[in-house]
């Protein structure tokens, strides 16, 4: 079960193949704000929650009874979505006298890949980028987590969000810029690309920095607007995608070869964009980096992430967590289960 952000997600699993996964999402109640409002996704839980169970067990034909163990995200996320999740499974694990976990929502975004393309070699690095996430994860035997590197200051998805913004485009900016940076030219502009210089590398040679990234674009498109030039909305959403995506799949490959990892895995949200996918598979197949990226469906939040990494969790043997299970919105990367 998956209620960190603006989806509810509630999938079933048996072992590595995937029964049925059923979503709801509220982020046409957001789009008016130009962002998540914790309330309003809050109570869109709350009134998707039951249906969404229903809905499950009905397409997987699976009733309760039939249900071994329960996953649930417990962080990172939203306090006020993460805790209506956390009922919801507390209240089934007591009513059905089955283990609870509650796990990690961004290892959820790399183990998810096990639902498509098998379970991981022993070990695998994983990039994980959404709108709050930007990691960059050294994974053994599918639970043990290092994080290697982090944003510093705006995720990709959220550098995204807030450039579609700067652009007049809807939110959520992601789609919009994906679409508009296929017409463009990604070499028009030239834009920054964070902690990459060479006074950067040793402190922060895995971290990522788009912050810097989204001021430049902000100074550009004003400069030509004071200049009462027209803003070509193709090639700066190209340049700036093509921006992101370089010092995202720069570092990654870069820390792949410094841990002798010969296997990627690039999740979250932020992964369904194209520039990112194209480039990724261009330099993991120049390096010889065999690439696993989950189809779309997978990429945005779902309950097949959680259920894949509780799946994961209780072939290992690990214990289950206490029915007073905490949430934890920053909950730390290198904490699987709670």
Known sequence: METSCDETGVALVRGHDLLVDSVASSVDEHARFGGIIPEIASRAHLEAMVPTIERALATADVTLDQVDAIAVTAGPG???PLTVGASAAKAL?????????GVNHVIGHAVVDELVDGPFPERVMALVVSGGHSSLLLIDDTVHVTELGSTLDDAAGEAFDKVGRLLGLPYPGGPHIDRLAR?????AIRFPRGLTAAKDQAAH???FSFSGLKTAVARWVEARQDAGQEIPLPDVAASFAEAVADVLTAKTIAACRAHGVDTLVV??????????RDMAAARCAQAGITLRIPP?????DNGAMIAALGSAVVRRGMAPSALDLPVDSSMPLTQVLV
């Open 267 to 276: 999740g979250g949200g932020f992964s369904a964009n194209s520039q990112l």
């Open 183 to 187: 017409e463009g030219n990604p070499a």
């Open 78 to 80: 939203l306090v006020g």
């Open 296 to 300: 779309i469906r997978y990429c945005t």
């Open 93 to 101: 694990a007591i009513g059905l006298d089955k283990p609870l976990y």
């Open 205 to 207: 040679a895995a971290d």
